[in-house]
């Protein structure tokens, strides 16, 4: 089992395998101007497979896909029909904008890929558009329902957002009556690719739970899952639940599991760390199973402790710039 520094087990790799995305949301990137990835710079399929079951012998079991959004890259079918027989790899959940998810459930259920993470931070059609400068409401709330319908794993990611979105808050809550749906309220955090943010966070988990207890008096505390970063509630009577992710406050870096790999290789022991070594690079470079796997346990164990440590160590308290599209989340 790999374990860091601060002796937590790190099971799980978040996996952007593209930058490139079919939306805008304005929180994660600029309407234009974007330099994306070139194609030889992004780790190709067979360099993933690689990677990850060199990951998988160090001991992660789960491995999101994530991007970007990981359906506009090509081939991502036949690369999952890959992962998913890796030995070791047990768990393959995928967060995307559900903007062309849904013609792939078939597939994605016969390889035994059931969980989603959904991104619909609004579910009013107008605002949908204001927030990621797209018109795909539709598909992507048909998506929803479809997903809850084949009774796959599906949570609702939704980002709070000053003076965008925070009336939604309320309907998405009650989104949950009859559909059995988790609906995460994250913490806006400063990654849209832009040099602006706002100095302080406003709506953070504390606000955004006073403001669902103003309207829903039969709030009930529900256990979190192991390694969970949403704190978790029902409405008494409710299907589904909701929770809350202080990515922002970050107050569940004790927990923490995973690792990140951007779409160039680069590696990110927090998500608040500007990247710590490039594996690509030591790939291509000729390196050997032995050293890319010394290279990996090196940075597993000089983890910063929680996101603040990594920011201040990492970043020299530089605000990032980066888009959350490089990332993955
Ligand atoms: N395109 C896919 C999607 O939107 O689900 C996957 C990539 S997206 C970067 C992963 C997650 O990051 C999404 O749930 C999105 O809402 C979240 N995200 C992006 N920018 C964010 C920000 N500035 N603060 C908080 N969450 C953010
Ligand atoms: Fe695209 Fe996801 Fe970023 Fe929105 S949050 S722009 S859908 S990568």
Known sequence: ???????????????AVTDRCNLRC??????EGIN???????????ELEQLITIFAELGVSKVRITGGEPFVRKGLMEFLEKLVNIPGITNVPITTNGTT????LNDLVKLGINSFNLSLDTLDKKRFFDITRRD????????MEEMIDRKLNVKLNAVVMKDKNIEDILTMVALTKDKDIAVRFIEEMP???????????????????????????????IPDPLFSTSVNYRIKGFKGSFGIIPAYSRNFCGTCNRLRMTPKGLIKTCLYDSGVFNLRDILRSGANKAQIKTAILEAVGNRAKDGFEAERKNRHGNQSFESMASIGG
């Not at 089992?1 to 996996?15: A, E, G």
């Not at 998810?101 to 792939?104: F, G, Q």
């Not at 795909?136 to 998506?143: K, N, P, Q």
């Not at 602006?196 to 505390?221: P, R, T």
Request: proline share 1%.
């Open 136 to 143: 795909y409401f539709d598909e992507v709330y048909a998506c």
């Open 36 to 46: 994306f990835v070139e194609k030889k710079e992004l780790l190709s399929y067979e």
């Open 26 to 31: 304005f929180y994660c990137m600029p309407e």
């Open 191 to 221: 990654f849209n690719g832009d040099k602006v943010h706002y100095q302080q966070l406003e709506w953070n988990y504390i606000k955004i739970l006073d403001f669902i207890s103003n309207e829903f008096s039969n709030i009930e505390k």
């Open 101 to 104: 998810t849904r013609k792939h």
């Open 1 to 15: 089992m790999l374990k860091d520094n601060h002796n937590r087990t790190v099971n799980y790799l978040r996996l």
